[in-house]
Each structure stands twice: as C-alpha cells, then as structure tokens.
C-alpha cells in the first residue's frame, strides 16, 4: 500500500506529549511566602505537599501536514485548549516533544487584546504583533473591519473594546489574525461566535488559510463547523487521543459515544 504521506510537507510532530499542571491547594496569608520558599526546597524531592497534579495531555502523537484543516472534539475538561497552548510554545511539555515548521499562531475566544483602547488601534496592535509592517495593516485595515461587520450598525470601530459585546470582539479577533497568512493558525472556539452568515466568512477564509499552503487547528463544540471547515479530526478525551482519522468517520463516532 502506497504511503499517503510521502511527499507532504509536515508542520507539526507531537511526540508522546504529556501536559501537567500544577496547581496549588495551600492557602495565601500569613506566612505564604515561607510556605512557598519550604515547596521550592522541596522541588524534585518527591510530590510536593499542597500542590495538586492535573495530567491534561496524556502521551499524545500525531503528525500535521501543510494544507490540512484539522478540527480538535472531546468533551470539556479533555485537553483541546491545553494541547493547542502546547503546538503554540505557551505551555511546557512535562514529557514528550512538539516540532513546528514556521510560527504557530493562537487564537483564541479570549486572545487579549487591549479593552481600553479602540478598535482602530487594537487593529494595528494586533498586526503588529503578528508581524505585519505598519504598510501592510494599512493595506488590510479596511477589509479586516468589513470582514469584522463591527461597523453594521454603528462606527463602533472608533469606540474603545470594553464597549462592544462578546461577540463583536470576538469577531474582530478573528478577522485580525485571519488577515494574515499563516504557517500554522491554532483557533479556539472563535467560529461559536457571530452569526451564521459571520461563519460562513469564517470558514471560507479558513479554506483559503489551506490552499496557501498553510496548516489550520480548529477546536469547537459546533459539529457542523467541524464538518464544513476540516478533511481529519483529532478527538481527545480526558487528555488522551481516542481517534484520528478522516472528519466523518471520527466525528460520527464521537457523536455516537456521546449520544449513545
């Protein structure tokens, strides 16, 4: 049987990646920072006392390709978020290794932009700090706000963010980071929010993201975004990978073990 792969460009190698975060149980107050100097001594002699291990990836392995679209299921709590924080170099592997071709590029639901500030200048910050000259954001700004539809029903794009509801920042998120090409675009729940005609904009630029050779993570809880934007689907629960394979197949299977 031939190797589908060979010849595909790979973006991103997960190796047997396990995540594990530490959170502490101990209470603040008096003394704290004593307590908190005892648990640093304490650091690699065993379990530290008042801190709790929550493994939130477990041994995860998969190989993305340039030009895939792959959509990330599970129930809450199973380590979509988690493993996307991992691909984009913003949570440390406890074991295991990821390898990325390019930058990978997070966005996120809650991707921080700056509240007190316009729309306008959260544009050319959020370009900015992509990469993009201050030419190419003047270049795109005006699509970026049409694609947005921040301004339907006002020039809310010259008020401040902390002025516009979930779903219009959330929006304006999207369109500044899909402005861009990207070598590999990690998005987190974005295409929740809007309405319909808002994701169909959504997902067709996300085909576009695709035939520029580019490699596009999805994680939603909406199946039909799932279906109508991805070719392989991911699904992870309780921090393992059940399945990876083609969308229908995996996602009718999930469906099946969820609706069961």
Same mark, same amino acid.
């Given at each position: 049987? $031939?190797?589908?792969?060979?010849? @595909?460009?790979?973006?991103?190698?997960?190796? &047997? %990646?396990?995540? =594990?975060?530490? +959170?502490?149980?101990?209470?603040?107050?008096?003394?704290?920072?004593?307590? $908190?100097?005892?648990?640093?001594? @304490?650091?690699?002699?065993?379990?530290?006392? &008042? %801190?709790?291990? =929550?493994?939130? +990836?477990?041994?995860?392995?998969?190989?993305?390709?340039?030009?895939?679209?792959?959509?990330?299921?599970?129930?809450?709590?199973?380590?979509?978020?988690?493993?996307?924080?991992?691909?984009?170099?913003?949570?440390?592997?406890?074991?295991?290794?990821?390898?990325?071709?390019?930058?990978?590029?997070?966005?996120?639901?809650?991707?921080?932009?700056?509240?007190?500030?316009?729309?306008?200048?959260?544009?050319?910050?959020?370009?900015?700090?992509?990469?993009?000259?201050?030419?190419?954001?003047?270049?795109?700004?005006?699509?970026?706000?049409?694609?947005?539809?921040?301004?339907?029903?006002?020039?809310?794009?010259?008020?401040?963010?902390?002025?516009?509801?979930?779903?219009?920042?959330?929006?304006?998120?999207?369109?500044?980071?899909?402005?861009?090409?990207?070598?590999?675009?990690?998005?987190?729940?974005?295409?929740?929010?809007?309405?319909?005609?808002?994701?169909?904009?959504?997902?067709?630029?996300?085909?576009?993201?695709?035939?520029?050779?580019?490699?596009?993570?999805?994680?939603?809880?909406?199946?039909?975004?799932?279906?109508?934007?991805?070719?392989?689907?991911?699904?992870?629960?309780?921090?393992?990978?059940?399945?990876?394979?083609?969308?229908?197949?995996?996602?009718?299977?999930?469906?099946?073990?969820?609706?069961?």
């Amino acid at each position: 049987m $031939a190797d589908k792969t060979q010849g @595909r460009v790979p973006t991103v190698i997960a190796d &047997g %990646v396990h995540i =594990v975060y530490r +959170v502490n149980t101990g209470g603040a107050g008096k003394g704290a920072a004593t307590a $908190a100097l005892s648990k640093i001594l @304490r650091r690699n002699k065993g379990e530290e006392r &008042g %801190v709790r291990r =929550v493994h939130a +990836v477990r041994g995860v392995s998969f190989t993305a390709y340039r030009g895939e679209a792959i959509g990330l299921i599970g129930s809450n709590g199973s380590g979509k978020s988690t493993l996307l924080r991992a691909i984009a170099g913003l949570l440390p592997c406890e074991e295991g290794k990821v390898y990325t071709d390019g930058q990978p590029s997070l966005l996120g639901v809650n991707a921080a932009l700056m509240n007190d500030l316009t729309g306008e200048r959260n544009i050319v910050l959020g370009g900015l700090a992509m990469g993009m000259s201050r030419e190419q954001i003047k270049e795109r700004y005006q699509s970026i706000v049409d694609f947005s539809g921040i301004n339907e029903k006002g020039d809310f794009i010259s008020l401040p963010m902390r002025t516009y509801s979930s779903g219009m920042a959330a929006r304006l998120r999207f369109s500044i980071a899909a402005a861009k090409d990207h070598d590999v675009l990690m998005i987190d729940e974005a295409l929740a929010t809007g309405d319909r005609s808002f994701q169909v904009r959504s997902e067709d630029r996300i085909r576009e993201l695709r035939e520029k050779a580019g490699t596009v993570f999805l994680v939603s809880h909406n199946n039909k975004s799932i279906r109508d934007t991805c070719d392989r689907v991911l699904w992870l629960e309780k921090g393992e990978l059940l399945m990876d394979g083609p969308t229908e197949e995996v996602v009718s299977a999930y469906e099946k073990a969820t609706n069961g």
